[in-house]
């Protein structure tokens, strides 16, 4: 009987973390490919999600009070993280934009990265955008009302966790803590290591 | 007729300055915004130490072409910024205008402001109070 209740631990799996912020998914979700152009002008696909963790938040340059507070606070996130002993890479952060009429790549070259050297950003068309999105869940839309050139954007708040097979592993909701998501994070990579 | 409002306004806020007010704002603040943004936010507490409510109808700058009272809130995880006629500082009580919350928004000025600027509000109350703010531009999380 002891026999049998050690071999049972020693063969299960390790439990899914207990995440003080995130909510991580029960099952990864692949995510299909997509096609965006980031900053620098350079293709932004699948391919770049893959070998990197990735966290990705949805905004827009014209946001002045949300989308530089969440991207202040993700450039927090690295700041925990890179004192980390034992992580060999830090995640990626990508800021994808919800408004791709007005956010063109030059803009975003300044706006991105003025929050941390290493963000990306990226934009594509509408359905390119779409197509990205709607996998992760992420919600936007113009605010009605406004004028053609001059409008607000409603965007889901959530930051988006993509683990390296470029799968949707975990949400984080808000209010963001900077120190419960990078404590999180880890918890969530030695998990997927563990369970690889 | 704007230039004349506001200059009307500082003389109306030179007169009042003397006066004991019932309102008082700390921590007037602006966030630095990246190169060529084209938005800018600022954030204060309002204090109202008086017996009525105070009502925020409008807020000018000389820095800014126009400012914008608004507030960002999360609904069901969908971040949204609704534009306000007006903010209420309930008597006796404060609001703090701060990130994710009630803001001002004001487009970005063609040179950039940065850390260490400073730069004029003058907040217009419903009851004709008005009250000159001096801001720091911050970068801040």
Redesign the interface.
Known sequence: MLLFAVLLVACSRPEPPKLSQGTLLPSAKPVTDFQLTDHRGQPFTLKNLKHNWTFAFFGY??????C??SM??L??VQGNLEKQDGLDKLPQVVFVSVDPERDTAA?LS???P??HADFIGASGDAQNTLNLTRQLGI?YGK?EGSAADNY?V?????IILLDPDGAFRAVF???HD?TLIASDFLAIKDYYEATQ | MKRSLLTLTLWAWSLLATADSTLQVENAWLREAPPNAHMMAAYMTLNNTGSGDAVLTQVESPAFSHVMLHKSEVVDGMARMIHQDEIIIPAQGAVELKPGSFHLMMPAPAKRLVEGDRVDFILTFSNGDTIKVQADVRKKP
Do not use: I
Not at chain 1, 61 to 66: K, L, N
Not at chain 1, 154 to 158: E, L, Y
């Open positions: 340059t014209h946001c002045p009070d949300v530089p507070t202040a606070m450039a927090q803009l300044e706006f991105v003025y929050f919600l605010t607000l409603d965007h889901s708040a959530a909701g808000v209010p900077p």
